[in-house]
T-cell receptor
Framework: KNQVEQSPQSLIILEGKNCTLQCNYTVSPFSNLRWYKQDTGRGPVSLTIMTFSENTKSNGRYTATLDADTKQSSLHITASQLSDSASYICVVSVMNRDDKIIFGKGTRLHILP | EPEVTQTPSHQVTQMGQEVILRCVPISNHLYFYWYRQILGQKVEFLVSFYNNEISEKSEIFDDQFSVERPDGSNFTLKIRSTKLEDSAMYFC????????FGEGSWLTVV
């Protein structure tokens, strides 16, 4: 069964600290993996997208990694800011099925001043 | 930055009423989607639409729901005879290489 599991479910860190969010998936055949940031009450916004051949992708203070062998991805946030408080959602697409997209439940990140 | 736009942003409706949520996808995208997110829960897939027909739908997308692309630009989700449990944020999305989401339509059924 195609699944995307994220951990931790929620995370609280102090402003300025780094953190890493995890995503494990069992989607097959794999096409790409995206990380989204979703502010409360808003639509998800794309942070990174990685295909099978990409190991890492950065977007400012956000760095995503992908290990296609172990089917794991991480999102590392450097020097966190209060505005990073949001849900971070891992989304995996099935190859040749652009309509087949599997969402993780998300990690709720709280940044404290 | 391309945008998916949704209207209305908020709607309150009485149980049993019909609701139409509207979306304008990004113009050169071919795939369109509706998702919903009940407060505090994960984003749930409802339906995907390609080449003017439904390509996949979830078990949530029962006969109460329908989608339409009436004029080649708008993409609508109709919910017939709304129930209390239909209260959620409904997101429209469209995709080319990347999926773009709209800001959502808050639906409250009372």
């Amino acid at each position: 069964k195609n699944q995307v599991e994220q951990s931790p479910q929620s995370l609280i860190i102090l402003e300025g600290k780094n953190c890493t969010l995890q995503c494990n998936y069992t989607v097959s055949p794999f096409s790409n993996l995206r990380w989204y940031k979703q502010d409360t009450g808003r639509g998800p916004v794309s942070l990174t997208i990685m295909t099978f051949s990409e190991n890492t992708k950065s977007n400012g203070r956000y760095t995503a990694t992908l290990d296609a062998d172990t089917k794991q991805s991480s999102l590392h946030i450097t020097a966190s800011q209060l505005s990073d408080s949001a849900s971070y959602i891992c989304v995996v697409s099935v190859m040749n099925r652009d309509d087949k997209i599997i969402f993780g439940k998300g990690t709720r990140l709280h940044i404290l001043p | 930055e391309p945008e998916v736009t949704q209207t209305p942003s908020h709607q309150v409706t009485q149980m049993g009423q019909e609701v139409i949520l509207r979306c304008v996808p990004i113009s050169n995208h071919l795939y369109f989607y509706w998702y919903r997110q009940i407060l505090g829960q994960k984003v749930e897939f409802l339906v995907s639409f390609y080449n003017n027909e439904i390509s996949e739908k979830s078990e949530i997308f029962d006969d109460q729901f329908s989608v339409e692309r009436p004029d080649g630009s708008n993409f609508t989700l109709k919910i017939r005879s709304t129930k209390l449990e239909d209260s959620a944020m409904y997101f429209c999305a469209s995709s080319g290489n990347t999926i773009y989401f709209g800001e959502g339509s808050w639906l409250t059924v009372v």
